[in-house]
């Protein structure tokens, strides 16, 4: 009884991740070092379904998308191009704070930059 209680009352202070907490709009601050000042891209999740995101990056449609949220938070992971079929591969996880963190990789362009999003729509 008493281990099924504590069990019941750390589901309760720490519930389970929800993808659908991705749902919206968010200002991706993609500055190039840490002291430039922002430089804001939007992604737009239209919609998570299972574990596949609908939405865009940057303006170029997300692919190939994963949403995992086995490990007590919510982690994604999906590719983009750009207008000249450039691959980029993005991966964050929300944060317990609401923020994503994150990092895009270019192979195609030796890129890896590093960002933070919040939501524009709160």
């Known amino acids: 009884m008493h281990a099924f209680l504590i069990v019941a009352l750390v589901a309760l202070a720490n519930p389970a991740p929800d993808a659908q907490d991705l749902v919206g709009t968010w200002q991706v601050d ?64 929300l944060g317990d704070d609401g923020v994503l963190r994150g990092s895009t990789y270019s192979p195609d362009r030796d890129l890896l930059q590093p960002w933070t999003a919040e939501r524009e729509d709160k």
């Open 30 to 93: 993609l500055r190039p070092t840490p002291d430039s000042g922002p430089y804001y891209q939007p992604f737009v999740v239209r919609a998570v379904e299972g574990d596949v995101i609908n939405g865009t990056f940057y303006g170029s449609a997300v692919q190939l998308s994963q949403v995992n949220t086995s490990w007590g938070d919510v982690q994604i992971a999906f590719v983009t191009t750009d207008g000249s079929a450039q691959r980029y591969v993005t991966m964050a996880r």
